[in-house]
């Protein structure tokens, strides 16, 4: 009986994957993973490192990989490249994702993790198996990436290859890319406690911080951080928001209405109803069908402010004035809701003047960048490191 036990531990998905993540975490301390990487075939290696260079933009790409190795290892006869139970002898990788292997990233390698599967994207979910020849259908953005992880599969179940090992080194990698941005996280400069900072080089920090050209997407999360930073100073320092509570920062990718919210910003009375929301719109002026979308997911609520602000300049689309204000009585009179339209920029400059310290925003905005950047993949190393040059610039 003991034995059997033993086995059943051994061949555990969850204790599989733990053990081979703390092997990587003692490879790196041992000598940077260097001894481990070198025994590794080379050509396996370097593809390995393709997906992980890429894991933030290939999140469903990487959960599929950890999620096929993970299970070979429980499994070994099971040709992992099957991964729908439709397929002839295949299994799961849906389920065993869902039940093993997200729930994992989530705690450990958190902005890398799939909400729910890796599965529940097109790229992955097709019901074709992950061969090479035919050759899987499903339209991976990144040849490159759906090359290496198609080949790697392949010398899983062809070449027979060691699945333990390669699922170390895409560890080893990945914590790699992890640790990069650890290191800018550790090297943001502190705001000077002796100097007050003026309310206009902050509009203009912030300016070149929400509008320089980004290579990759996030940066429409940028404003977001920005008032919310400051909705954790005013619902501290206003009387309007005694007893009220600030809704955590949900992610800015996902549906609002699937994550039960109303806006990117909620605050929140005694009652546990929403009192005040707000969203946040990217370069795109504010017209009457935005506010009308609005108002259909608050008609329900007793939400007594709702904000549709935008970095678009100016920020109501041309010829839209007075139809806006039209729709914004009607809605007040039917609902009793008070909408309100604006730019994000002069919203930010009229709530740092009810703040009691603009530079305590400089910090609190600064924490929420790093606190956004380490949980999730929105926010990019480059935003952080553009937001780091600007301080030292600046501040």
């Given amino acids: ?25 003692k490879e790196i301390v041992k000598d940077k993973g260097k001894t481990f990487l070198a025994s590794v075939d080379a050509k396996a290696k370097e593809r390995i490192e393709i997906i992980a260079k890429n894991s933030e933009k290939q999140k469903a790409v990487v959960t599929a990989l950890i999620t096929s190795l993970t ?74 990436v759906k ?9 899983i179940e062809v070449s027979k290859a060691n699945p333990r090992q390669y699922l170390i080194a895409l560890f080893i990698f990945l914590i790699y890319e992890r640790s990069r941005i650890q290191t800018v ?61 600030l809704e955590p920062l949900m992610s800015h990718i996902s549906p609002d209405m699937r994550a039960g919210r109303i806006g990117d910003i909620e605050v929140k009375d005694a009652h546990e109803e929403c009192f005040e929301a707000m969203e946040i719109k990217h370069g795109i002026p504010i017209d009457p ?49 008070e909408v309100i339209v604006n730019g994000v920029m002069q919203s930010i400059k009229y709530y740092l003047r009810l703040i ?12 929420a960048l790093k606190l956004e950047i380490s949980r999730t993949s929105e926010i990019k190393e480059e935003h952080l490191r553009k937001w780091s040059e600007i301080l030292k610039r600046f501040i």
Avoid at 298 to 321: C, D, N, S, W
């Fill in 1 to 25: 009986m003991k034995t059997l036990n033993r086995l059943r531990q051994e061949v555990d998905p969850t204790k599989i994957i733990q053990d081979a993540y703390n092997k990587a975490v």
């Fill in 71 to 144: 299970k070979k290892i429980e499994t070994p006869a099971q040709d992992i490249r099957y991964h729908k139970v439709e397929l002839q002898g295949g299994y799961s990788g849906r389920t065993f994702d869902t039940r093993y292997i997200t729930p994992f990233l989530k705690e450990r390698i958190p902005r890398i993790a799939m909400k729910e599967s890796g599965w529940l994207t097109r790229s992955i979910e097709q019901a074709h198996p992950f061969t090479l020849k035919p050759l899987f259908p499903g339209k991976i953005s990144n040849e490159l």
């Fill in 147 to 155: 090359t290496s992880f198609l080949q790697l599969l392949d010398d």
């Fill in 185 to 245: 996280i550790s090297s943001m400069p502190s705001v000077p406690t002796e100097k007050e900072i003026q309310i206009d080089l902050i509009i203009n920090c912030l300016k070149e911080h929400f509008f320089t050209g980004y290579r990759s997407y996030g940066a429409s999360k940028l404003p977001v951080i920005a008032i919310y930073s400051l909705y954790q100073i005013m619902t501290k320092e206003l009387s309007r928001y005694k007893n009220k509570k």
């Fill in 289 to 337: 069908v935005m506010v009308r979308d609005a108002y259909k997911k608050f008609k329900t609520t007793h939400v007594r402010r709702y904000y549709l602000l935008t970095t678009a300049e100016p920020y109501i689309r041309e010829g839209e004035e007075r139809n806006l204000e039209n729709l914004k009585r009607q809605i007040r009179k039917e609902h009793g809701c």
């Fill in 356 to 367: 009691s310290s603009p530079k305590e925003f400089i910090e609190t905005y600064t924490n």
